[in-house]
């Protein structure tokens, strides 16, 4: 069955790094846009960074160059290589795919599919 799975959160202070990866299974993953939202408690789900199928990527304003987001197509995997962390970032942070029908859009209510991987910077 189609499965994103999440890894690689944890406790850093401020200025740290940290590298998530998400493994997908039940579809291929190079012909789906992938990427990471991220939700802090009392606040909507934010779409982070996406990667397309051709490549092109997107990252929000607030992580625009300490964050990389990069695949893997025989691995099944993304990555979101984050770098120079900062409070405002910590969140649990859910890995996204096409099938979940998102559109990508900025906000959502809430991330309701998964169970993320959590972020916490002090």
């Known amino acids: 069955h189609v499965q994103l799975v999440e890894s690689g959160g944890g406790s850093v202070q401020a200025g740290g790094n940290l590298r998530l990866s998400c493994t997908a299974s039940?579809?291929?993953?190079?012909?789906?846009?992938m990427g990471w939202y991220r939700e802090a408690p009392g606040n909507e789900c934010e779409l982070v960074s996406f990667?397309?199928?051709?490549?092109?990527?997107y990252y929000t304003d607030s992580v625009k160059g300490r964050f990389t987001i990069s695949q893997d197509n025989v691995k099944s995997a993304v990555y979101l290589q984050m770098n120079s962390l900062k409070p405002e970032d910590t969140a649990l942070y859910y890995c996204?795919?096409?099938?979940?029908?998102?559109?990508?859009?900025?906000?959502?209510?809430?991330?309701?599919w998964g169970q993320g991987t959590q972020v916490t910077v002090s």
């Open positions: 990667i397309s199928s051709d490549g092109s990527t």
């Open positions: 996204a795919a096409d099938y979940l029908a998102l559109e990508w859009v900025e906000y959502i209510s809430s991330c309701y």
């Open positions: 039940g579809f291929t993953v190079d012909d789906s846009t």
